[in-house]
C-alpha cells in the first residue's frame, strides 16, 4: 500500500507537494496560537496527538456488510428525501462516526434562507499569501484523507499580471510578503452559471437558492467530470478513506457541508453552509488576521459584500467564461 | 382454449429452443483447439491479474492510481475514448453492407457488429472502474438529462451496445434455426445504429469540447477530429481482426472487402491530418496563452516533457502508415499490410488516448504543472479490460462463423428445412 501512494505522483509534483504540506503543518501549529480565542480553541490542543489519533481510527476502519449499508444502497437523492427519511439518514450517519471515532456529532441541515445570495469579496491589497484561511478550513471541514483536500489555493502573482495561470500556488508563506508580488486566494466561486453541475450526470451536485454549489456525498458516483469541468480547480476528489482525529474533529456537522466524506467521491467548499446559513461567518473569514476576506448576503444593500461590490472595482476570475462567480476581488 | 394452450406451448417450445441455443452457443465458445485454449487461458489470466488490481483500487481508493486533483482523468478514460471510436467504426461495414447492398461485405458485417459489442464493453468496463462508487450504478436511473454531456453518453453508449446485441443476435438465431429473418425486424434498427455510431463518438467529443475550463478541448473540430481519427483507425482494426477471422477460423472472407477497408483508410487519414494540421496551425500560430498545452504536448514545457516522445512517436507511426497505406501494390504483401495496420492502430490509440486527454490537465486552470503517467495498477486493469473485450470477440468470432458455415444450427428444426434456408441465403448472397 505504501508503495502505491509513493507511486501516486510525478517526482516533482511530489516534491512541490511535500513541501507544501510541510509549510502546512508549520502553519497548523501558529494557528493553533493564534486563534485562542475561538472557541474550538480547546480541541486544538490535542493536535499533537494527531498521528497516535489517527493511526487509532484506520485500525477501527469499518469492513464487512451490516443493515446500514443495504439503506446506504438504497438511499434516495437528497432533493428526493422527506423528513423522515432524512432523520433516518442524519442518524445512520452519526451511529457510523460513532463506530467510527467514537465522537458524537449533531449533524444538521439548515436549508438555504430566502432572500438571500452569499458572496465572498477580497481584498488582495490586505491579503499578504499566510495561508490561515487553507488550515482553518482544513479543519472547520474535518479533512483527514492523504494527500490532503484544501478548498482554497492561494496563488501568488506578479503584480505586473492577474492571470491565474502564470501564478505559483506553492511559494513558501513563512516567508510572504514578497515585494512585488500579489497573493489570491482562489477557492469555490458558487458561480450562477456552474459548468460542474451542468456536467454531473446523476445530479449528485446542485446550486442552491442562496447561491452554494453543494454536493450530496451519498449519491456522487465518483466519475470526475465535474472536476475537469471546473475553471478555478475548486474540485476535489478522496483518492483515499479520509482518517479523522477524533478529538479534533468538528463535530457540528452539515449534511451537504463538512460530515466526513467516504473515499470516491467530489467534494468542495461550500462557504461552510453549516456556519453561514446559521447567521456566522465562513472558518476562513474567522482565520484571516488581514481582514482581507468580506462575506455576506449580496442582496442585502447595507452588508459589507455589497458595498464592497457597490464602491470598489472588483473582478472576478475568468469573467470570459460566463460562469458567473460569487468570488469577487479588489484592491483598496 | 385450445387454441391458447397450443399456443402456449409453441412458444414455450421457441423459448427452450432459445435457450438451447444459447447453451450450444457457450458450449461452442468453450471448446476449441490447444492454440485456442491457450489463447483464451493467456487471456483469462490477465482478466484476473485485472481484476486483482481493480479490487485493490475499491479497497484502498484512487491512491493506488497515478490520477490527482490536477490530472483527474487518465489511461482509463484515454481508452474509453479510443475504444468508442473503434465501435463506431463498425459502421463502416454497416453502410457499404446495407445502403450500398455489398454482399461481399454483408457476409461479414455481423463480425463488425460484433466487434463494435466487444468494443462497448471495454468502454463500459473502463467506465465503471474510472468512477469512485461502481456499487451507485443504480443513481445513473436518475440521469442529468438534457444538461449533462456524460448522462447523454450513457444513453448514446448503452443504446449502441442494445442495436448491435440485437442484430446480430437477431440474424444468427434465424440463420441458426435455418429461417429467413424477417427484415422488419432488423433493417429499420441497421439503419438507426448507422446514425447512432456517429453519435457515440459525437457526444463522447462533445463531453470535452463542451468544457470551457479546457482551452485543449475546447474546439469545435474535436467531435469531427474525433469521427475521422475513428475512420482512419477504425478500419485497420477490423481489417486485422477479419484477417485473423480468415486465418483462424477459416471463413472464406473476399479479398474485395480488405481492398474497400484499405481504400477508406486512404481516404480518411489524410483528412485525419488536415484537420489535425488546422488544429496545431490555430493554437501555434495565435500562440496565446491556450497553446501550452499544445508545446507541453510536443516541445514540453518548463521542464515537464513527459509527453514529448509519446507525442511525436504516435505522429511518426501515423506518417509510417500513411505512406505504407498509399503503396499501389500493397495489398499484395500481407506482412506490410499487417505493419501498416499495427502502426496506424496504435499511433491513433496514443493519440486520441493519452495525447488528447493529458494537455487538457495541463496546465491546470490555477496554472499547475502536474503529469502523469500511469500506476502499475492502472497498468493491469487497463491490460485486464483489454483482455475481456479480446476474450469476448474470439467466442463471439468463433461461433457465429460455426453459425454463418452451418456448422452450429438447430437439430430440432429439420435438416431439409435448415438446408433450405441456407440455399436461399448463399443464394441471396451470391446475387
Given amino acids: 500500500m505504501t508503495e502505491l501512494v509513493k507511486l501516486r505522483r510525478s517526482k516533482k509534483h511530489r516534491e512541490r507537494a511535500r513541501q507544501a504540506a510541510q509549510s502546512r503543518a508549520a502553519q497548523r501549529d501558529e494557528v493553533v496560537v493564534d486563534r485562542a480565542l475561538s472557541a474550538k480553541s480547546a480541541r486544538r490542543g490535542f493536535l499533537k496527538g494527531l498521528g497516535v489519533a489517527s493511526a487509532t481510527a484506520a485500525a477501527v476502519g469499518t469492513t464487512g456488510c451490516d443493515d446500514g449499508d443495504w439503506d446506504k444502497f438504497f438511499q434516495s437523492h437528497y432533493k428526493e428525501m422527506n423528513a423522515a427519511e432524512k432523520a433516518k439518514v442524519f442518524e445512520r450517519i452519526q451511529k457510523e462516526q460513532k463506530k467510527t471515532y467514537g465522537t458524537d456529532v449533531q449533524l ?14 477580497i481584498s488582495l491589497s490586505r491579503c499578504n499569501g499566510n495561508r490561515r484561511c487553507v488550515t482553518a478550513c482544513q479543519e472547520e471541514n474535518n479533512q483527514g484523507g492523504d494527500p490532503t483536500i484544501a478548498y482554497i489555493k492561494v496563488l501568488e502573482v506578479d503584480a505586473g499580471s492577474l492571470l491565474p495561470e502564470h501564478g505559483d500556488l506553492y511559494f513558501d508563506d513563512e516567508t510572504v510578503p514578497q515585494p512585488g508580488k500579489v497573493y489570491m486566494p482562489v477557492q469555490c466561486n458558487q458561480c450562477d452559471n456552474p459548468p460542474c453541475t451542468k456536467a454531473c450526470p446523476v445530479e449528485a451536485t446542485w446550486q442552491e437558492k442562496d447561491g452554494i454549489v453543494v454536493v450530496d456525498y451519498d449519491w456522487c458516483i465518483g466519475c470526475r467530470y465535474c472536476m475537469a469541468a471546473c475553471p478555478y480547480e475548486a474540485r476535489h476528489f478522496n483518492f483515499t478513506e479520509p482518517k479523522l482525529n477524533p478529538a479534533t474533529m468538528n463535530t457540528q456537522q452539515g449534511y451537504l457541508s463538512n460530515r466526513p466524506r467516504p473515499k470516491g467521491v467530489v467534494e468542495k467548499c461550500h462557504f461552510c453552509l453549516h456556519r453561514t446559513r446559521n447567521g456566522h461567518y465562513p472558518a476562513c473569514l474567522e482565520a484571516c488576521p488581514t481582514g482581507a476576506r468580506k462575506f455576506g448576503n449580496i442582496l442585502d444593500e447595507t452588508s459589507e459584500v455589497a458595498t464592497v461590490l457597490r464602491e470598489k472595482r472588483v473582478f472576478v476570475l475568468k469573467e470570459e467564461l460566463n460562469t458567473i462567480p460569487h468570488v469577487f476581488y479588489f484592491f483598496e | 382454449m385450445s387454441t391458447t394452450k397450443h399456443k402456449t406451448t409453441s412458444t414455450e417450445r421457441l423459448m427452450a429452443a432459445y435457450f438451447r441455443y444459447w447453451l450450444r452457443m457457450l458450449a461452442y465458445a468453450a471448446q476449441g483447439s490447444r492454440a485456442y485454449y491457450v489463447w483464451m487461458g493467456s487471456l483469462a489470466v490477465v482478466i484476473v491479474i485485472g481484476l486483482y488490481n481493480w479490487v485493490q483500487q475499491l479497497k484502498h481508493g484512487f491512491v493506488v492510481t497515478n490520477l490527482s486533483d490536477q490530472v483527474s482523468w487518465g489511461a482509463y478514460i484515454a481508452n474509453f475514448t479510443f475504444l468508442v471510436g473503434v465501435a463506431a467504426a463498425a459502421v463502416l461495414l454497416v453502410v457499404p453492407a446495407y445502403a450500398f447492398h455489398r454482399d461481399d461485405v454483408k457476409k461479414v458485417v455481423l463480425l463488425g457488429e460484433l466487434l463494435a459489442v466487444s468494443a462497448i464493453v471495454m468502454c463500459l468496463g473502463f467506465v465503471v472502474v474510472d468512477i469512485g462508487h461502481p456499487e451507485r450504478a443504480l443513481h445513473l436511473l436518475r440521469l442529468n438529462l438534457p444538461r449533462s454531456m456524460l448522462a447523454w ?17 437477431y440474424l444468427l ?16 434498427l441497421v439503419f438507426v445504429s448507422m446514425f447512432w455510431a456517429v453519435s457515440i463518438h459525437t457526444v463522447t467529443a462533445f463531453l470535452y469540447s463542451g468544457l470551457g475550463a479546457r482551452p485543449f478541448w475546447n474546439s469545435a ?29 477459416k471463413f472464406d472472407i473476399s479479398g474485395s472487402v480488405f481492398r474497400m477497408l484499405l481504400n477508406i483508410v486512404r481516404v480518411m487519414l489524410p483528412i485525419h491530418f488536415f484537420l489535425f494540421g488546422a488544429e496545431m496551425f490555430t493554437e501555434l500560430y495565435t500562440d496565446a496563452h491556450h497553446a501550452v498545452a499544445v508545446h507541453y504536448l510536443y516541445f514540453g514545457h518548463e521542464g515537464a516533457n513527459m509527453l514529448v516522445p ?18 499501389k501494390d500493397i495489398l499484395h504483401k ?18 486520441k488516448g493519452m495525447g488528447l486527454l493529458i494537455p487538457g490537465f495541463f496546465p491546470t486552470p490555477l496554472g499547475d504543472l502536474v503529469e502523469y503517467i500511469p ?16 476474450f469476448l470477440y474470439s467466442g463471439m468470432a468463433k461461433v457465429a462463423v460455426a453459425i454463418l458455415q452451418g456448422d452450429l444450427r438447430d437439430p430440432s428444426s429439420s435438416s431439409a428445412a435448415s438446408a433450405k434456408g441456407e440455399e436461399e441465403k448463399d443464394g441471396g448472397e451470391d446475387a
Wanted: with cysteine; glycine share 8%.
Fill in chain 1, 108 to 121: 444538521h441541515d439548515p436549508p438555504p434562507l430566502d432572500g438571500v445570495r452569499f458572496a465572498f469579496a
Fill in chain 2, 153 to 169: 453518453d450513457v444513453v448514446v453508449l448503452n443504446g449502441y451496445l442494445l442495436l448491435n446485441l440485437h442484430i446480430p443476435g
Fill in chain 2, 173 to 188: 438465431w434465424k440463420t441458426y434455426r435455418g429461417e429467413r429473418p424477417n427484415k422488419s425486424r432488423y433493417l429499420p
Fill in chain 2, 221 to 249: 473540430v474535436l467531435a469531427p477530429r474525433f469521427l475521422i481519427s475513428a475512420f482512419a483507425g477504425g478500419p485497420p482494426i477490423l481489417l486485422l481482426a477479419l484477417y485473423l477471422v480468415r486465418q483462424h477460423l
Fill in chain 2, 310 to 327: 509519446y507525442s511525436w512517436a504516435s505522429l511518426l507511426l501515423n506518417v509510417f502508415a500513411l505512406v505504407l497505406f498509399f503503396q
Fill in chain 2, 334 to 351: 500481407p506482412v506490410w499490410v499487417g505493419i501498416a495496420c499495427v502502426s496506424l492502430v496504435v499511433g491513433i490509440w496514443m493519440e
Fill in chain 2, 375 to 390: 500506476s502499475v495498477t492502472e497498468f493491469w486493469v487497463c491490460m485486464g479490460i483489454w483482455a475481456l473485450g479480446i
